[in-house]
């Protein structure tokens, strides 16, 4: 099987798998103890977040360990727009649906959100965020790079607008962490998870810029300086830390993905939807016109491929991807994205043996349309 | 591929093509729910999708859930609405079968690399010769082949029905024999996207921006007996929810017309024709010669009537049927058979009541073609194909 969706996971490196069996074998004590077996599970706490925060250039003390990205966009948000009365947030309308899900959450509460302007790639422009933030702003939210196409916003330059006029940026760097060098210096907050990179499921963490606060959304305890209460999830954030050690943002997958787009390219009658330049590197979205992504991803997973077809429901039917209606897409189209997402071992050769199957399968499926067009 | 719908029938049929050595895919049918784009939207039947997961995980089959929103908005549920509000009694389950089962889903299925399709309809395929022709389930109580009929000749040959020659009994005991998780599962009884069979109520909200008009319900002398909601209320033969005052004989509808939005009602007999004719036709095998005498069913739940053929084409036919059908209704199915065997069938247009009348079809005629059960046995379509 040649597994080419690593933006939706990613396998589980070896390293998270030695050092988590090893926490699950030698460290089961509670951090919040007093005893040396409390000690010792505090200490492995807080050495992951040393290294979480070393990769994210954040201080370990900003650093929140949460149960991944949904929970830390929600934290974010909320904590940001609590105590305002009638909060605006600015927000933009590629997000993952943890980002955007909430923003409605907080207009069906008697907030306001202002949903930003995209270009054809998914690019957001600094100017219309500094246009659409008003006396009400109390948040701007961005991606630092998309899911689907993956388009890497200007982050610095939102940061700018932001901190210029007095206004709380929150970034989602689930997508981006692991792949393309992030710091969070120039944010407010900035949401994280360890499965994209070959860490566990169920953990991630916050960046909290010192001087913010946020209120928690479950009440419990005094763990996570109180804003995220509960018994930390040890085995997985020492697994999260293993795997931030290990991971190595960088150009190395470019090569490949250009030469898994010139393969795609020679079927013909397709559109590349991943921008050329600012863009994750492991990431190729491509729409075959009038062929449906779901029958694709179908049809690769019968040949051993694993690809994506963007958004999907719980039940695993693909959904219109409303990123690329954000980007005028019209209904049709925007079911036929599918995303390629290279991870750190794919080889040269299983981009080429994926160009051949796909190849092949869209040959196929372009030629029963051709029958049934011959049919009436 | 093998369409599953997380029910037992079509479960048991995966297990049966997996048995017989067939390389399975099984795929779950998204056919109703929001279909606009927006990221938060439920699944038309999140748990039967489930259910069909697990019984494909038990098989080890593939399996995939495939979004079919549109096609199935676009031909089933909108013209459902439509036909409601024109008066007539649509058959959703037949269009389904005619434009998203047996035309979207095979469309489907080859684009994934599928030779054949199979469901868990009770129904059986026979090939002879170069023909395939389809014949009622073996448990005529189950029995779907009137919902099949306008399915495409081509398509026919290409599909599997491996319940269809099994009784509901028979398919829950195997379902459960192989220890399947929804051997028990009821059985769906209603139209799959009107809740608890509520077609009214579906109706109305599709119904904008035209809105539903009033109405009233007369005699069969233009008397006003009362008024009405809408005619969509209303479907031919209907005895029950007329909102008219209790006693005297029981009294049925018996024409609607949804251009004035009036409802006629009448007496028990006024609502037995002894004709229709249907369009839209669509022959499984040679088309039928005037004269020829066939059974005719004009519902599901209906026992097959004989009926003489009085005119066929390729697009529509005309039947009698001396000894009376009861409530033929327009927008339904008028299905011809030949003992087991589907000949056709089409929409019902219009239904006849002044046929002259006709004998009856001497005893037996009607039985001579049907298939004997002296005839040569053969492997049923499904598992011939089988490698």
Known sequence: MIYLDHNATAPVRVEVREAMARCLAEEFG??????????????????????????????????????????????????????????HLVVSPIE???????????????????????????????????????????????????????????????????????VRLH????????????????????????????GPKGVGALFVRGGVTLPPLVFGGEQERGVRPGTENLPGIVGFAAAARCAQPGARWVELRERLWCGIASCGGVRRNSPAERCLPNTLHVSFAEI????????????????????????????????????????????????????????????????????????????????????? | MVAMSGGVDSSLAAALLVEA?????????????????????????????????????????????????????????????????????????????????FAALWERAQEIGADLIATGHYARSRTVGDQTELLRGVDHDKDQSYFLFPIDREVLRRTLFPVGELTKAEVRRGASRRGLPVADKPDSQEVCFAPRGNYAALVEAHSSPQPIRDGFIVDEAGHVLGRHEGVHRFTIGQRRGLGLQQGGPPRYVTAI?????????????????????????????????AGTWVSVKIRSRFAPQPA??????????????????????????????????????GWIAQALSDTPHLDLPPQGEGESRRVSPGEPTMAPAWRRHAP
């Not at chain 1, 949401?191 to 990179?197: E, L, P, R, T």
């Not at chain 1, 995303?339 to 499926?365: F, K, N, Q, Y």
């Open chain 1, 30 to 87: 509670n951090p919040s103890s007093a005893h040396q077996v409390g000690g010792r599970a505090r200490a492995a706490v807080e050495a992951a977040r040393r290294t979480i925060a070393e990769v994210i250039a954040a201080r370990p003390s900003e650093v929140v360990f949460t149960s991944g990205g949904t929970e830390g966009n929600n934290l974010a948000l909320f904590g940001l727009v609590a105590g305002r009365d009638r909060p």
């Open chain 1, 96 to 166: 993952h649906p943890s980002v955007i899900a909430p923003a409605r959450e907080v207009e069906r509460r008697g907030g306001r959100v202002t949903w930003l302007p995209v270009n054809p790639e998914g690019r957001v422009d600094p100017a219309d965020v500094a246009a659409a933030i008003d006396r009400d702003t109390a948040v701007v939210s961005a991606g630092w790079a998309n899911n689907e196409i993956g388009t890497v916003q200007d982050i610095a330059a939102i940061a700018e607008v932001c901190r210029r006029r007095g």
């Open chain 1, 171 to 198: 970034v989602d760097a689930v997508q981006a962490l692991g792949k393309i060098p992030i710091s969070v210096r120039d944010v407010d907050t900035c949401s994280v998870s360890a499965h994209k990179i070959g």
């Open chain 1, 292 to 376: 449906r992504g779901e029958t694709l991803v179908a049809a690769l997973d019968l040949e051993g491929v694993a690809v994506s077809a963007g958004s999907a429901c719980a039940a695993g039917a693909s959904e219109p991807s409303h990123i690329l209606r954000a980007l005028g897409r019209g209904e049709n189209e925007a079911r036929e994205g599918l995303r390629l997402s290279l991870g750190v071992d794919t080889t040269s050769e299983e981009i080429d043996e994926v160009v051949r199957i796909l190849t092949r399968v869209v040959r196929r499926v372009r030629g029963v349309r051709g029958q049934w067009a011959a049919n009436g």
């Open chain 2, 21 to 101: 050595g067939y390389r399975t895919v099984g795929v779950s049918m998204r056919l109703w729910g929001p279909a606009d784009g927006s990221i938060q939207s439920g699944c038309c039947s999140f748990d039967d999708f489930l259910d069909a997961r697990r019984v494909a995980e038990q098989l080890g089959i593939p399996f995939y859930v495939m979004d079919f929103r549109e096609e199935f908005r676009r031909a089933v549920v909108d013209p459902f609405v439509a036909e409601y509000r024109a008066g007539r009694t649509p058959n959703p389950c037949t269009r389904c079968n005619q434009f998203v089962k």
């Open chain 2, 257 to 289: 017309d949804a251009a004035s939005g009036t409802v006629q009602i009448g007496s028990g007999d006024r609502v037995v024709k002894t004709g229709l004719i249907a369009t839209q036709a669509n022959w499984l095998g040679p088309l039928p010669l």
């Open chain 2, 308 to 345: 003489l053929v009085t005119y066929a084409d390729a697009e529509s036919f005309r039947v009698s049927a001396p000894a009376g059908l009861r409530a033929v209704t327009p927008g339904q199915a008028a299905v011809l058979y030949d003992g087991e065997r589907v000949i056709g069938g």
